[in-house]
């Protein structure tokens, strides 16, 4: 019978000797899970074209495709950025027929829209736009228009005022200076363009020659031209300044009327200047700069 002594040697010259501490075969570490085929497939996919990169530095990854830009937005969102209600929601008030597109009721989910459209929600109209109100100081040599037909326009002046789209509020001549208000609000716009109602505008006017104390009774009064009533709220003279100098009132959009009230009376208009908007004025605004109305003034102007 043979007696193996414990000489702590391997029983083959090649085997390892293991110690009682190393972690057996089934113990420590768990076998890592298996890869699925999709995994599998993917990482090869992944190092052929990094191989092929490699071996070609021509090759090139595509990259992703970029977005197309219709300039359309879909109504639902178009409905949501004006801040009358979540998009689910508007999902809904489209269901029913809330909205209209252009005239048209729109319940179709997905309609696509231009920011140009006229879309109303329960019969008013939306902007998806924040709501931007900027006052210029016109200089001389501006058309008020928003078209780029006519060379050098007020839009030019105030065209980084604002990522908003922006209309100016009434008309100054190209000569004219002074006041001009800008905004995207619609309800602004209809209340300064009220025929009825409009909105207190002051003017201080240069004529060719003194008017007479007469002129300035028949101006106050009202005038009838061309079979139009026309109507002021005030004419004055402007203190420490020649008698051929005004400030007058009045309610119109444009400063076309003034001319056409003093060359009625035989009286050339040298300048015309807006020097206040209803309670807004010219002050600390340089000619030719432009600045946002503060909130209060955003409040007071809705209050008018």
Known sequence: ??????????LYPNMKTMSK???????????????????????????????????DPKVKAKPNP?????????????????????????????SIGNVTVN????NEMGHKVQLGDDVRFDGRRINPEAKAYVLLNKPKGFATTTSNEKGNTVMDLVANATSSHIKPIGRLGRNATGLLLFTNDDEVHQRFTNSKAGVTKLYHVELSKNIKAADMERINEGLTIEGKNISIEEISFVDGAPKKEVGIKIK?????????????????????????????????????????????????????
């Not at 089934?26 to 190092?47: F, H, I, L, Q, T």
């Not at 830009?69 to 008030?93: F, P, W």
């Not at 005239?103 to 729109?106: A, E, L, P, T």
Request: positive net charge; glycine residues 6%.
């Open 1 to 10: 019978m043979f007696v193996f002594r414990s000489l702590n040697l391997p």
């Open 21 to 55: 501490d190393a972690p057996r075969r089934g113990k420590g570490k768990p076998k890592p899970k298996p890869k699925s085929r999709a995994e599998v497939g993917k990482k090869d996919m992944r190092s052929n074209a990094k191989s092929k990169q490699e071996k």
């Open 66 to 94: 970029p977005r197309k830009d219709d300039g359309t937005i879909r109504l639902n969102k178009y409905i949501a950025n004006s801040g009358i209600c979540s998009r689910r929601e508007a999902d809904m008030y489209i």
């Open 103 to 106: 005239g048209k009721v729109v």
């Open 252 to 304: 119109h959009t444009g400063n076309s009327v003034i001319r056409t009230i003093f060359e009625h009376l035989n009286y050339e208009v040298v300048r015309i200047d807006c020097v206040m908007i209803a309670g807004l004025t010219k002050k600390d605004l340089p000619r030719g700069n432009w600045r946002h109305l503060t909130k209060q003034e955003v409040i007071n102007l809705k209050m008018v």
